[in-house]
């Protein structure tokens, strides 16, 4: 069975063609990084315009890469939310339009589940995740633990009580200035600005030149110690605070203090995923639920320091029966239409498909996957 699917849910125009062979046949993102730049973020009605223009080339290249014409398709899939509506809406009807034309079967898809199921694409078949796994999901519009019990049917373990990860990346790349292009967002070159130096522990006890710099940062927040809950707007005032506080750093070099903050963040941020993680083994342990996989997905998650640092969390929390930790390869971390074909394979397999008057959900929360 051969889908087309379609992702425009945030800044990325996104066509690819899967298979039920487990084969991806075409993934075409067209970015819009360069475009928000000087907007410091998403601009929804530019990501919509952007959309509207880059969607046919999308399409283009997708049957060109698989080398395949409409007559191959089975059936057709799209992102029905959650997202910003009129994004959401050129892929949707671009989906509907099309599945109309040819008389083929269409699917809405939940854009998180498919977040959370790419691994059961991307691993090897001895290394796909079992049912229940932990997922954790760190994106430009969220931060989820999850207890994925089946396919369709996921419990809210923890979610952010103010902003995601993803944005809080964003905007502290912004605070710092840190330059960005077409290939690398902000939370992607916040990434590569501090893999440039040695690694740097903020409290520290001998002195030299840098520390006097930590330890006027001091400690970053981690709040909610103990709870299942995330918290990142803290952390992210935190910076602003600091960054705004130009007397303090008038006797420093601007490119070490920068270099110090963005590290100071990052830390402080995948701490808290460290932490939560932690809590959420706890609670499945305390249920009676074995857990052997642990997928993470979203933007987030193509962060190199965020993955060696939960191998190094997993690792100690369970050294006897290690914990398999999955992350998608880092270009199917982001946004894309390969997780938006694959979530819909289950569903087209058993013919549960949908109407072609379905409606979008730009909030839709994933514990009401199966609503109307
Ligand atoms: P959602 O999936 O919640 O709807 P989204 O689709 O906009 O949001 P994704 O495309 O999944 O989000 O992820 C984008 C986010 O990932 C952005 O906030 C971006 O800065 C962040 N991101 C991408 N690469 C990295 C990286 N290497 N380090 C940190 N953050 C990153
Ligand atoms: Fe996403």
Same mark, same amino acid.
Not at 29 to 51: C, M, N, S, T, W
Not at 145 to 168: C, F, H, V
Not at 330 to 340: E, Y
Not at 344 to 371: C, G, N, Q, V, Y
């Given at each position: 069975?051969?889908?087309?699917? +379609?992702?425009?849910s945030?800044?990325d125009?996104c066509v690819?063609?899967v298979n039920?062979?487990r ?9 819009q ?5 000087r907007?410091?973020g998403i ?12 969607? !046919?080339i999308?399409?283009k290249?997708?049957?060109t890469?698989?080398?395949m ?5 089975d ?11 009129? /994004? ?5 009807n671009?989906? *509907?339009?099309l ?8 699917i809405g ?14 691993q ?6 079992? +049912?229940?796994f ?26 952010t ?10 905007q ?7 330059p ?5 967002? !902000? ?6 600005? /501090? ?6 522990a903020?409290? &520290?006890?001998?002195? &030299?030149?840098?520390k ?15 709870k @299942?809950?995330?918290? +990142?707007?803290?952390?992210h005032?935190?910076i602003? =605070?600091?960054? *705004?506080?130009?007397e303090t750093? *008038? ?7 920068k ?5 100071? +963040?990052?830390?402080a ?14 609670? /499945?342990r =305390? ?14 998650? &193509?962060?190199?320091?965020l ?6 969390c997993?690792?100690?929390l369970?050294?006897?029966? !290690? ?9 199917? /971390?982001?946004?894309?239409?390969v997780?938006?074909?694959?979530a819909?394979m289950?569903?087209? @397999? ?9 409606d979008?959900?730009?909030k839709?929360s ?7």
């Amino acid at each position: 069975f051969t889908v087309l699917a +379609f992702e425009s849910s945030a800044d990325d125009t996104c066509v690819a063609i899967v298979n039920s062979e487990r084969e991806i046949l075409s993934n075409v993102v067209i970015k819009q990084h360069d475009e928000h730049e000087r907007f410091g973020g998403i601009q929804p009605y530019v990501a919509l315009q952007k959309h509207q223009r880059n969607m !046919p080339i999308a399409v283009k290249r997708a049957f060109t890469e698989a080398n395949m014409t409409v007559n191959d398709i089975d059936g057709i899939a799209f992102t029905r939310g959650p997202g910003m509506h009129g /994004c959401l809406a050129v892929g949707a009807n671009a989906a *509907k339009s099309l599945a109309a034309a040819l008389n083929k079967p269409l699917i809405g898809v939940h854009h998180m589940q498919a977040h959370a199921l790419t691994p059961l694409l991307t691993q090897p078949t001895s290394e796909i995740p079992q +049912f229940p796994f932990l997922t954790l999901l760190v994106s430009g519009g969220h931060t989820l633990l999850l207890l994925a019990n089946k396919i369709d049917q996921y419990e809210i373990l923890a979610t952010t009580k103010d902003e995601s990860i993803g944005r809080a990346f964003d905007q502290v790349s912004a605070l710092l200035e840190i330059p960005w292009n077409k290939d690398f967002g !902000p939370g992607a070159a916040l990434e590569q600005l /501090c893999a440039k130096g040695p690694p740097i522990a903020l409290v &520290s006890e001998t002195g &030299s030149s840098s520390k006097s710099i930590e330890r006027t940062v001091g400690e970053f927040p981690r709040p909610l110690k103990g709870k @299942l809950e995330f918290s +990142f707007a803290g952390l992210h005032s935190h910076i602003d =605070r600091l960054v *705004k506080n130009k007397e303090t750093w *008038k006797d420093f070099n601007p490119e070490q203090v920068k270099y110090i903050l963005a590290n100071g +963040f990052q830390q402080a941020a995948v701490g808290q995923l460290e932490e939560k993680l932690a809590l959420g083994m706890k609670e /499945c342990r =305390r249920r009676g639920l074995e857990i052997n996989h642990v997928v993470v997905s979203g933007g987030v998650a &193509s962060n190199t320091f965020l993955r060696k640092r939960l191998r190094a969390c997993l690792g100690e929390l369970s050294p006897t029966n !290690p914990i398999h930790l999955v992350f998608p390869p880092p270009a199917l /971390c982001t946004d894309n239409a390969v997780m938006i074909a694959w979530a819909s394979m289950h569903r087209f @397999l058993a013919e549960d498909f949908d109407d072609l008057t379905i409606d979008l959900r730009p909030k839709w929360s994933i514990h009401d996957l199966r609503m109307d």
